[in-house]
Structures are given as C-alpha cells and as structure tokens.
C-alpha cells in the first residue's frame, strides 16, 4: 500500500531535520559559552570606572555634579535603538524585541516627541519595515562576537547628538541576560546618564584615615576627570547590552533548537509505530489475498 | 625609600608594585614589576612601591613595565595604550583604556605608514581638524612606541 511508502518518507525528512536542529543546539551552545566568557571578561572594565566614578561622587564637589550628560532635559526628540538578530530560529527572541519596540515607539508617537530610530539585526530590520516603522539606521553587521570598535562610533554619534541638543533622551531595546534560565526583552534610558553616588557610608569612611578607604588626588582635577569619565561609561554600557543581547541570542537559539530536537524525536517515534503498522497490515492483506486464490482455486 | 630588598617582612612574591591593564573587552594584563612608566595626560609619570594614591587621566602613549617578575631587574615590558584613566593605590597600578596593544607585536612599519597616511588627509571645519590632530598625535605615539621595541 502507498500509505507505508508515504509514511516511510515522512519519518526520514523527520529525521534529517532533526539531525540539523541537533547540530545548530550544538553550534549554539559553542557559541554562548564564548558569548558569556566575553561578556565576563567586559565586566572589570565597567566595575572599575563606576568605583572611579564613585570616589569623585564621595569627595563631593560643593555644587554637585554637573556635566552636559547628566543633564534632564524635556524630552522633544528621543533616540530608540532596538538590537534583535540577523538570523531566526531563536524561538521569541526576535518578536519580543520588536513588541517592546514597538510598545516604545508607539507610546513617544503618542506623546508627540520626534523620533530617531536604529535598528540593528536584519529580523529587527525586516519586521519593523513590514509594519511600516521609518528607521534612520541600519546594522546589520552585530552577530555573535560584538566589538567594542565596532560600538564605539555609534555611541560616540549619539554623545554628540545629545551634547548639541539634537536628541534628549537614548533608549536601548534589547534582551537583557540575567541568567541562562531567564532573559527579558527590557527597554534601558542609557542617556541622560544617572548621576553617580558615593558608595553607602562614603562620606564617613572617607573621614576616617583606614586604608579600606583612600584619599586620592586627582591629575588634572576631578571635575576634569569626570567630564572624561562619563563618555567613558557610557560606551561600556552601550558595549555590554550589545554583548546581553549577543548571549541571550545563542540561549534562544540553544533552548529553541533543542526543542525542536526533542519534537522531532517524538515525531519519529509515532511515524515509526504508524509506518510498522501500515506495513504489517499490508502483509497481512497480500497473505489474505493469497489465501483466498489458493482457497477459491481448491474449489 | 625606594628599592626591592625592603624589610623582610614583605614576601618574595608581593615585591614591587602590581600592574592590571583593562580594556572594554577584556583584562589585557595583570603582573607585578618593580617600576612602571605610565603616560599621563601632560608626560610620562613613574609609579613605584609605596605612592601616594591618586586617579589621574592618560594621554596615548607607552606603559612600560621594569623589573616584572619573573624576567630580569632590567627586562622592560611595554605596551601601547590609548587614553584612558589609571587608579593608583595600595602599591597597584590599575590602567583603564579603550585600546592596549602589547608593543611586542606593533608593527613599526605599518604605524609609521598610518601615520603618513593620516598627515596627507584633509580636514576641513574646527570638529575635523581637532579630530585629525588626535589621531595624529596617537598615531605619532604609536611610531614612537613600535619604533623603541624593535
């Protein structure tokens, strides 16, 4: 009967799609090991400029600290950078990205603030157009291994657009990696900076000559290291939710693939019993039809 | 004041003063030595056992390491770096950049033709000239820096 055959060939297309899918988890949990070394490895270089940045807020300057950055403005013009994938078959990665966008985009349109938007990821890029967003930027270069080289220009751009006023607010789309069981498509306001506060009891540990807390000088003054130290900030949390976004990218990817896997093994398994079935239900027929011709030719 | 063989209570491995390079990417270096040159952002300022704490800015140039454990008292070691902060205390030098390059693998060839290259661009409009200069100037440094280690 054609039904075995038909089922036969179904199980192996099953099966070759599965061996891809095996292979693609493999590949992707290659690649988020990498991903979580680097975005390790990024780490100390944030920690040590926020307890720079921590030491000048303990000293406290009289005025308080001022700096363009950290400046509030009304909100006229926002900036919205979304970062999704360039490839799919990562389960919700890409379409929670572009939801929340969405969502954010939708609520400064409501509000009547003009918008810049950049989108990296060719799915980003390709989903936003189908629904009609203008986008004034496109990247689509960011894969798996992200380059502070490569992230520098674009948050150096959007420094300078927000010192000469062209833009007053940047939020960043992208998923958040908080740990491998959980990642959260967030939406972060990394301009207007936060302004920093001195670590809890600084001001009295400062007092106190220990040498858990240091009196340092500062080459040339600390407002003059401030002023270089906030852009400095700023690029390395720009770089690290390229980097989430990377990690959290293969763990969709792992956890999506490796669904798949197990889908089809269990696709398998019934095609398998369904195809056995057919075919000795075929036999079992040819066996009747003979029977009944040495039957009937008996007669 | 200054000198290895201090008391002995100071153990053999603590000697000098520790030197950690970290760049955005990554902890490009972290080992002890008993000098190191570092280059702020009005000239080059040495650091050895016991200063005085301070968190100063960094210009581009050479961070040169004397003495680092391991090699001999005179063995230099020493890197390029590209502006930046440095966190000086507690007998550790903490260097923060956006770029390190061990100056083992620059190539003086290559930084000297960047350096022509970027002399004969034109640059137009106060933003572009001092963007150019910059790039110059730690393009200079660069020749400098892969010119002293070859």
């Not at chain 1, 991903?35 to 920690?47: F, I, Q, W």
């Not at chain 1, 798949?260 to 009747?288: C, F, P, V």
């Not at chain 2, 003063?17 to 990417?25: A, G, S």
């Not at chain 2, 050895?48 to 301070?54: I, K």
Request: one cysteine or more; glycine letters at 8%; aromatic letters at 6%.
């Amino acid at each position: 009967m054609a039904k075995a055959r038909a089922l036969d060939r179904r199980r192996r297309s099953v099966k070759n799609i599965r061996k891809i899918t095996r292979t693609m988890e493999l590949i992707a949990t290659a690649r988020f090991k990498k991903a979580m070394d680097r975005s390790l490895s990024a780490r100390d270089y944030t920690l040590r400029l926020t307890k720079i940045l921590e030491n000048i807020a303990s000293i406290g300057t009289g005025t308080g600290l001022e700096h363009p950055l950290l400046e509030v403005r009304p909100t006229k013009r926002s900036a919205v950078l979304v970062l999704t994938g360039n490839r799919g078959l990562c389960g919700g990665y890409n379409s929670n990205i572009v939801r929340q966008a969405q969502a954010i985009l939708g609520q400064w349109r409501s509000e009547n603030v003009g918008l810049h938007t950049a989108v990296s990821g060719k799915r980003g890029i390709s989903a936003l157009k189908f629904r009609g967003v203008p986008m004034d930027e496109r990247y689509t270069t960011f894969e798996d291994k992200p380059e502070f080289a490569a992230v520098a220009p674009i948050g150096r751009a959007y420094l300078a657009a927000y010192q000469a006023g062209e833009i007053d607010r940047l939020d960043v789309v992208y998923t958040k990696f908080d740990s491998i069981a959980r990642q959260s498509a967030v939406t972060e306001t990394l301009l207007p900076l936060k302004p920093p506060e001195a670590p809890r009891g600084g001001q009295q540990a400062a007092a106190a000559p220990s040498s858990a807390s240091q009196e340092y000088d500062f080459y040339p003054s600390a407002e003059s290291i401030l002023e270089e130290i906030l852009p400095a900030s700023f690029l390395s949390r720009l770089f690290k939710c390229f980097l989430d976004a990377a990690v959290s990218e293969q763990v969709a990817r792992m956890v999506a693939m490796k669904a798949a896997s197990e889908n089809a093994g269990s696709l398998i398994k019934d095609l398998s019993r369904r195809y056995n079935r057919a075919r000795q239900s075929q036999i079992t027929g040819e066996i009747m039809e003979i029977l009944g011709g040495v039957e009937a030719l008996k007669k | 004041m200054a000198g290895t063989t201090t008391s002995a209570s100071s153990a053999r491995s603590t000697i000098g003063v520790r030197c950690i390079i970290v760049t955005p990417e990554t902890t490009v270096l972290d080992t002890r030595g008993r000098f190191v040159s570092l280059p702020l952002f009005d000239g080059q300022r040495g650091v050895g056992r016991g200063h005085a704490p301070f968190i100063g800015r960094l210009g581009v140039g050479e961070v040169r390491i004397t003495g680092e454990q391991g090699s001999g008292a005179e063995q230099v070691r020493s890197s390029f770096i590209e502006g930046g902060f440095v966190e000086v205390g507690q007998d550790t030098v903490t260097i923060i950049t956006q770029r390190a390059i061990s100056a083992a693998t620059l190539d003086a060839k290559a930084a000297r033709a960047n350096l022509e290259a970027l002399r004969t661009q034109k640059a137009t409009g106060d933003e572009a000239i001092a963007a150019r200069l910059q790039a110059e100037e730690a393009a200079r440094a660069m020749v400098r820096v892969a010119e002293r280690a070859s």
